[in-house]
């Protein structure tokens, strides 16, 4: 049996400057995609993976995730006062009893491979999940189907690796993503010869995109201390990666079972809340009802 991935880092430090002026005072990871923000999707997927420490690497500014995640006295009680219990379930099940958050301040923008350095301490010497919660990957609800997460640390703890969630991209959009070059051992998985983080059309070794889920082990932060800025001047976890595979060869690409929607653009969360909605039989309707009169 696998060993449950205990530790899961969410990189939230972002501005959301493509949300503006919304995310002036809405952190983008607390934008909706119907009645859940991004960032619940993403936590579900980090518990059903087996976490139960969840690290946030935050900014100082970024007050919203910490308050949805603490208990809210007030609304519970006048929940509870009115008998909506079925609400009072909903507000007190954004964390499991088990599952703790732990916040990190990361001082300054300086890339994906810092954030997830600020997390060391918290992490320690283990395996952990680095989830972005931009990507919202559905695999069916929680209890339906295996998480992208859950599916890339069994992966991992099978063949002890390194695991990274892929999947293709036109080749024109090659510049916007860490792409690998991989050998194919099945149907899903590749071994990574090769990593470069957003290469031009033109000099992209594949058009397999590296998007918002790791499985890593804890000589990535050894290796992240050590990796100087890189594209766009910042610490670019691709760079770390590479290194990773230079030393122990191993990391695999993972082509995992579910749909992306790249929340980190207005169509994506246009996509994402339509996607939701047809899947609730009340709201699929009102759908199919308002599309028809277009």
Partial sequence: MSKPLRKVVFPVAGLG?????????????MLPVLDKPLIQYAVDEAVDAGADTLIFVTNRYKHAIADYFDKAYELEAKLQEKGRDELLALVQGTLPRHVRAIFVTQP?????????????????????????PDDLIWNGAVGTGKGALRQMAELADA?????????EVPHNETDKYGIVDATPVDERSALIRHMVEKPKPADAPSNLAVVGRYVLPSRIFQLLEQTTPGAGGEIQLTDAIEALLKEQGKVLAYRFEGTR????????????????????PKLATVVREFAAGL
């Fill in 17 to 29: 400057t493509r949300f503006l002026p919304a995310t002036k005072v809405v952190a983008k990871e």
């Fill in 108 to 132: 300054e923008a300086f890339g994906l491979g810092h954030a997830v350095l600020c997390a060391k301490p918290v992490v320690g010497d283990e395996p952990f999940g680095v989830v972005l």
């Fill in 159 to 167: 063949q002890q690796a390194g695991v990274i969630a892929v999947e």
């Fill in 261 to 280: 929607f790249d929340c980190g653009n207005k169509a994506g969360l246009v996509r994402a809340t339509m996607h939701m909605a047809m899947q609730d």
